[in-house]
């Protein structure tokens, strides 16, 4: 069973950075799907980004393309979310899933995810 636990949420100005942390236990980074995404307060979840299968390929959401990034550590078995130039549109819970046999169609479809972590509230004030 994959447990994944998120951290690095918090308040943080317009125009500021912020690195969000995905712990992974009981589940492999080298060839699972790995992906962001984001929920603002009262709208459906949405796709930020994916490593597709262990990072062969990478994908980004329109909204956030140059300014965020992706990323994974192996040894740590931790995924990681840069964030630069935030705005206040990027507030959100911030979630980590893990899907173990993803397809290009649906890297983006939050139904297709297996595991998800608790979520971290990221606050972009203006």
């Known amino acids: 069973q994959v447990q994944l636990a998120e951290s690095g949420g918090g308040l943080v100005q317009a125009g500021g950075s912020r690195r969000l942390s995905c712990v992974a236990s009981?589940?492999?980074?080298?060839?699972?799907?790995m992906a962001w995404f984001r929920q603002p307060l009262g709208k459906e979840r949405e796709f930020v980004a994916a490593l597709f299968r262990g990072g062969t390929h990478t994908y980004y959401a329109d909204s956030v393309k140059g300014r965020f990034t992706i990323s994974k550590d192996n040894a740590l078995n931790t995924v990681f979310l840069q964030m630069n130039n935030l705005k206040p549109e990027d507030t959100a819970v911030y979630y980590c899933?893990?899907?173990?046999?993803?397809?290009?169609?649906?890297?983006?479809?939050?139904?297709?995810?297996?595991?998800w972590g608790q979520g971290t509230q990221v606050t972009v004030s203006s």
């Open positions: 009981g589940g492999t980074l080298r060839t699972y799907t």
């Open positions: 899933a893990f899907d173990r046999g993803a397809i290009l169609s649906t890297v983006r479809d939050p139904k297709a995810y297996d595991y």
